[in-house]
């Protein structure tokens, strides 16, 4: 429809002047009646001041307006407002004036609205008198045209003080093409103000009278648009305006929203009831609502009888309407009302909303607050990991601090990090589904207290049972970032692998690695007892795989399967292709472990285990006797005064086949074991009881050591590493280990088929010297001697032990022996001891032939004599040259002279040879 231009005069309607709502007949009425009472015309004058000057004071405008959607029946009404002056004039749309119209315009307290069904809200009734103000006011209608004039008035009753719409008569005004009605108001001077004011008042008339659908004021064009529950206030073609609006009978409730952007909802700070068009009755809350509630005449109250309760309704649908993340500001808050209506209509609203299901869940669907918990701050991802199993939980957009307070105000029951945790008690889910929550739940564990709170929070296990809290669970670090599927321990209360999140160290939950829990005694404890070993040893030696362990001790218990059927302790079986089984002897305890076991775990696992490829090792950190299954190891310990503290050692060296100790020597010189061959309980057994060709490894000498060459034989083939193991192969202990191991050393220096030069035997005697003074050889256990080494490289039968440096070249050769490389009277006097022989110095007497020259030891030529030999010579020195001794030997009659270099007699002179 085009906009229509309101017509300031018009042209004459087919009526002329003709009368055609009777207004004469109704004019001579009314006079009748105030000739017939003093009163009555100034009780009718009183009653429309009041009402124009208090009633509907400022509310022109709005009771025009409500004229015009009650003209507009079938809705779609438009209005047209403009100003001409000191004219005021309000053109509309739909049902013309009617004969009723007309009488109820004059009758002052008169409505015709019954006879439009109820629905209308100001059909030229009272609200009319919202114009009586004017001086004069002309209702143009395409039915008919009335006016009325003060002055006329005035004049027709011969008073001033008449009431100015009591008296109408007919006007041949017509209303502008495209409307019905238009009702001209002579404002006179306030014309302009009250005008200026309107199109701040068109929006929410548009809203209150949904039976208008634009209103124009001058060049400004309004219009409301509606889609479903959004309705726009478009001014000139741009919104001015956007509410959501939810219907229930004849009551709106509405709130305003952006119109641009995200479109959140705008939050009314403080609005008045409105039935349908705005009263005095202040409401102090977040919506709109737009009613049709009874309302005392001025329109400004509700009536006393009113059932203000009905007015709540559709207030939940707004709330449902709004986005989750703003219900909360629909919500009353429990601020003191403004009056009885505000009272009555808060209570109802907080009572609606505590049964409505307008509050959404994780779940997706929307339940009443009384059957609603809250979480304070729940995060998006916890409430969608929990949707399947916490239905009731609210929504994570309404879980912020201010939502969740409105939803407790609403009757929601508010719910902590401890009610969630016994909520959670009775969900069954797979463990990636508990590491979610825990991942999810970590933002709102913030301090102590919220962790502790979650003391009972359902942890799955390894083992398929569910703890409550985190305490005394352990959760196995490689076992959580393990790539391939591995079976559990079932002796640690392990966190299931899959559920594990860091959320759980912070709940007491405690970290431990495949080594821990391979040492843990419960594995121990378990293996001992259980049944079968079948899923025990699968977990353990998933386990080994996992951590790439070379070593889990103290678990060879553990049963395998072997290759005949049966299971076996690990320690007790070999790989099949293990070199070990290659130098036993036949008739080994060992068994051999089934292939199929080794193609699932691989050879380096179940060596770690503890199966056989080589020579195993036994470890005891904190020993406490001989009692570690080891051959002869009750002897070894008792060379000890002080008992080891620790025991490492290789085991079942006593299974070795005695002609493969070449073979046994290449494996034990693995790295695994070489070291052990160094010291301790295998170097002490090796050397004894391992034999190359019939001859124990300590009676051994490797090729290249030449020290002990004609003494010992060589032993051919033998690794570097298993050198220690031979004679003289660790310095600090070179020599006999024992008195029996003295006793053949001995025997060896007296064996006369043997060639050993006098410098092997000299250090042979220094290492038997040392043997004895380190308290590993007793002399008194040794057996007699028959036989010693000589200094001329020689045996004899008569042996005397050099005790003086000048012995030696004072005594015959073929009975002279050494304690050492040098000559130390004590050493000499330990020999002596051994080999049951003289010294020197007790059973030989002799000295210098001839006088020689004394000479001063200052001397340039004893300095040089000195400095030549290293000898130190101080205070009397005989020079001789030559310097030669005459010696007797006790039992010997016959004298033996020699040439020497040095000798000191009886009186401690010293006498050196300087040539001839």
């Known amino acids: 429809m085009a906009r229509p231009t309101p017509d300031s005069g018009g042209t004459p309607n087919s009526f002329g002047t003709v009368d055609p709502f009777g207004t004469a007949d109704l004019r001579a009425a009314t006079l009748q009646t105030w000739r017939s009472s003093h009163t009555r015309m100034a009780e009718d004058a009183a009653a429309e001041r009041e009402l124009s000057d208090i009633g509907y004071r400022g509310r022109l405008l709005t009771e025009l307006a409500a004229n015009a ?44 609205k019954a006879s439009l069904g109820g629905q209308t809200v100001g059909h030229f009734g009272v609200g009319f008198r919202s114009t009586a103000f004017a001086d004069r006011v002309t209702v143009a209608s395409t039915s008919g045209s009335i006016e009325f004039d003060r002055q006329r008035s005035a004049a027709e009753i011969g008073s001033d003080d008449v009431p100015a719409q009591r008296l109408a008569w007919p006007s041949d005004a017509v209303p502008p093409t495209g409307f019905t009605t238009q009702v001209a108001v002579d404002a006179g001077s306030a014309a302009a103000a009250l005008y200026a004011g309107f199109a701040e008042q068109v929006p929410d008339l548009l809203l209150e009278l949904p039976a208008l659908r634009r209103i124009d004021v001058g060049e400004e064009s309004f219009e409301r648009r509606t889609d479903g529950d959004r309705v726009d206030i478009v001014r000139n073609g741009e919104t001015l305006a956007r509410w959501l609006v939810a ?60 059932d203000v309760a009905s007015a709540a309704a559709g207030y939940t649908d707004l709330v449902a309407l709004a986005p989750t993340d703003q219900k909360h500001h629909l919500i009353p808050r429990p601020t003191l009302p403004a009056g009885r209506t505000a009272a009555r209509l808060h209570e109802q609203i907080l009572a609606d909303l505590r049964v409505a299901r307008w509050a959404p869940t994780v779940g997706g669907d929307a339940l009443a607050p009384e059957r609603v918990w809250v979480l304070p701050g729940l995060p998006d991802g916890l409430g969608s990991v929990l949707a399947d199993v916490l239905d009731p939980l609210a929504h994570p957009d309404l879980s912020h601090p201010a939502g969740a307070a409105a939803l407790v105000r609403s009757g929601a029951r508010q719910i902590g990090l401890a009610d969630l945790a016994d909520e959670l008690s009775a969900v069954d889910r797979e463990p990636s589904w508990w590491r979610s929550v825990y991942a999810e739940l970590a933002v709102l564990v913030q301090t102590g207290d919220d962790a502790a709170e979650l003391g009972a929070l359902p942890i799955p296990r390894a083992d398929g049972r569910t703890h ?17 599927r591995v079976q559990p321990p079932n002796w640690l209360p392990l966190v299931h692998p899959d559920a594990y999140d860091p959320l759980l160290d ?90 199929s076991v080794v193609d699932r775990y691989g050879p380096k696992a179940l060596r770690a285990l503890g199966v056989g490829w080589g020579f195993a090792v036994v470890h005891d950190d904190l020993a406490t006797g001989p009692d570690h299954d080891l051959p002869d190891e009750e002897q070894w310990w008792e060379t000890h005064e002080v008992p080891p503290e620790t025991v490492d050692a290789v085991r079942d060296l006593d299974l070795v086949d005695p002609n493969r100790w ?26 004894r009881y391992a034999e190359i060709d019939a001859t124990p490894l300590r009676n051994l000498r490797s090729v290249d050591d030449t020290r002990f060459a004609g003494l010992f034989d060589t032993a051919d083939d033998v690794p570097a590493a298993a050198s220690a193991l031979l004679v003289g192969g660790i310095d600090e202990t070179c020599g006999p280990d024992d008195t029996d191991d003295a006793q053949s050393w001995l025997d060896r220096l007296g064996d006369p088929d043997r060639t050993v030069a006098p410098g092997v035997a000299a250090r042979a005697h220094a290492a038997l010297v040392a043997a004895v003074g380190s308290g590993r050889v007793d002399v008194a256990a040794l057996d007699p001697i028959d036989r010693a080494r000589t200094l001329a490289g020689t045996v004899t039968d008569t042996p005397i032990i050099v005790d003086r440096p000048w012995w030696a070249s004072g005594v015959p050769a073929d009975r002279a022996v050494l304690s050492g ?6 050493d000499a006097a330990v020999l002596a001891e051994i080999l049951d022989a003289d010294l020197a110095s007790h059973v030989c007497r002799g000295g210098p032939v001839g006088d020689g020259v004394v000479a001063d030891a200052d001397s340039a030529e004893i300095v040089a004599l000195a400095a030549t030999t290293g000898r130190i010579l101080t205070g009397r020195v005989v020079v001789h040259r030559p310097l030669t001794v005459a010696v007797v030997v006790e039992g010997d009659q016959d004298e033996h002279r020699f040439d020497v270099p040095h000798w000191v007699d009886g009186a401690g002179t010293v006498h050196v040879s300087v040539g001839r």
Not at 69 to 90: K, N, W
Not at 295 to 300: G, K, S
Not at 821 to 826: G, L, R, Y
């Open 247 to 306: 219907r229930a009978g004849s009551t709106s409730w509405m709130v305003p929203t952006r119109a641009h952007g995200a479109g959140g909802i705008v939050p009314l700070d403080d609005d008045v009831l409105r039935s349908p068009t705005a009263t005095a009755v202040h409401l102090s809350l977040p919506a709109r609502v737009i009613t049709n509630l009874p309302l005392t005449p001025d329109r400004r109250d509700v009536h006393p009888d009113a």
């Open 662 to 687: 070449r073979d046994a020597l290449a494996l034990l010189a693995d790295d695994a074991t070489a070291p052990l061959l160094a010291a301790g309980y295998t170097r002490w057994w090796l050397r």
């Open 506 to 595: 912070r709940l007491g939950l405690e970290h431990c690695g495949v080594a821990d829990a391979l040492a843990d005694p419960a594995l121990r404890a378990a293996i001992d007892t259980a049944d079968s070993h079948d899923e025990l040893s699968a977990a353990v030696l998933d386990l080994i795989v996992l951590g790439d362990l070379d070593d889990a001790p103290g678990l060879g218990a553990l049963e395998l399967r072997a290759d005949d059927g049966d299971d076996w302790p690990a320690d007790e079986l070999l790989l099949p292709d293990a070199p070990l089984r290659a130098v036993l002897v036949a008739d080994s305890p060992f068994g051999s472990l089934d292939q």
């Open 69 to 112: 959607a009650d003209a507009a029946v079938e809705g779609d009404g438009c209005l047209s407002i403009a100003c001409d002056g000191t004219i005021l004039r309000f053109a509309n749309t739909g049902v013309p004036l009617t004969r009723d119209g007309v009488e109820s315009l004059t009758a002052l307290r008169v409505s015709p």
């Open 821 to 826: 490389p040098t000559v130390d009277a004590a």
């Open 468 to 484: 409550r809290g985190a305490r005394g669970l352990f959760v196995l670090d490689e076992l959580v970032h393990a790539t391939d």
